[in-house]
C-alpha cells in the first residue's frame, strides 16, 4: 500500500511558475513509475507527465511539454513537477500516481495503482 499526498499547488499569474511535491509512505518508493495528472471543472482527469522508476525515461502530454518538468528523489520519496510558462488552461487539480511492477513510463490512467487525493493550480490571465 502506498500512500501519496501533494503539495505546492496556489493560484499564479499567466507566465509564472509553480513546482509540485509529491510525497509517497512506504520504503520502496524506487519500486514505482510515478506520473501527474490534471483535472479541469466538467473535464475528464488527463495525463500530464509520467516518469519511469530508474528516472531514466520521462513522457509529456503535448500540451506541456517544454514548459513541464517532472523528475523525482527517491531519498526523499518524492516526486516533483516545475511548471513554467503557466497558462490560464493549465488550470486544474493536479494528482501523483504510482504504478507498480513496471520498469517503463506509464501514460494510461487506468494503469495506475494509487492516487493522492489532488492539489488545486490556479492560473489567472
Known amino acids: 500500500q502506498v500512500q501519496l499526498v501533494e503539495s505546492g499547488g496556489g493560484l499564479v499569474q499567466a507566465g509564472g511558475s509553480l513546482r509540485l511535491s509529491c510525497v509517497a509512505s512506504?520504503?520502496?518508493?524506487?519500486?514505482?513509475?510515478m506520473g501527474w495528472f490534471r483535472q479541469a471543472p466538467g473535464k475528464e482527469r488527463e495525463f500530464v507527465a509520467a516518469?519511469?522508476?530508474?528516472?531514466?525515461?520521462?513522457y509529456y502530454a503535448d500540451s506541456v511539454k517544454g514548459r513541464f518538468t517532472i523528475s523525482r528523489d527517491d531519498a526523499k520519496n518524492t516526486v516533483y513537477l516545475q511548471m513554467n510558462s503557466l497558462k490560464p488552461e493549465d488550470t486544474a487539480v493536479y494528482y501523483c500516481a504510482a504504478k507498480g511492477q513496471t520498469k517503463v513510463v506509464e501514460v494510461p490512467k487506468a494503469r495506475y495503482d494509487y492516487w493522492g487525493q489532488g492539489t488545486q493550480v490556479t492560473v489567472s490571465s
Open positions: 512506504g520504503r520502496i518508493f524506487w519500486w514505482y513509475a
Open positions: 516518469i519511469s522508476r530508474s528516472g531514466g525515461g520521462t
